[in-house]
Nanobody
Framework: QVQLVESGGGLVQAGGSLRLSCAASGRTFGSYNMGWFRQAPGKEREFAAA????????YYADSVKGRFTISRDNAKNTVYLQMNSLKPEDTAVYYC????????????????WGQGTQVTVSS
């Protein structure tokens, strides 16, 4: 298994940017497909972005496409989510997740999850 720890969340004004990081503890990080999900209060967790274990293949939810960029550095066992042009609607807890079998946009495909990091976008 792999342990994931997110960081980089915080409070930002609308239109601003944040870069989230997800550090993985494990020797097989490069074998995992990685994803970012988010969950706003009172809402279900939703897919934001995914990156293939080999890179650089990526895909995004329509709601973040063109604004967010997912990337990974296997040498550092880290996946990133660069978030630009942030909107209040982006406010959520953001979770990093790892899948050992699937490159997907659904929760069940991901076996390992981080603790989440709060992103708050003010108007």
């Amino acid at each position: 298994q792999v342990q994931l720890v997110e960081s980089g969340g915080g409070l930002v004004q609308a239109g601003g940017s944040l870069r989230l990081s997800c550090a993985a503890s494990g020797r097989t990080f490069g074998s995992y497909n990685m994803g970012w999900f988010r969950q706003a209060p009172g809402k279900e967790r939703e897919f934001a972005a995914a990156i293939h274990r080999s890179g650089p293949s990526t895909y995004y939810a329509d709601s973040v496409k063109g604004r967010f960029t997912i990337s990974r550095d296997n040498a550092k066992n880290t996946v990133y989510l660069q978030m630009n042009s942030l909107k209040p609607e982006d406010t959520a807890v953001y979770y990093c997740a790892a899948s050992n079998n699937y490159y997907a946009n659904y929760i069940a495909a991901y076996h390992y999850w981080g603790q989440g990091t709060q992103v708050t976008v003010s108007s």
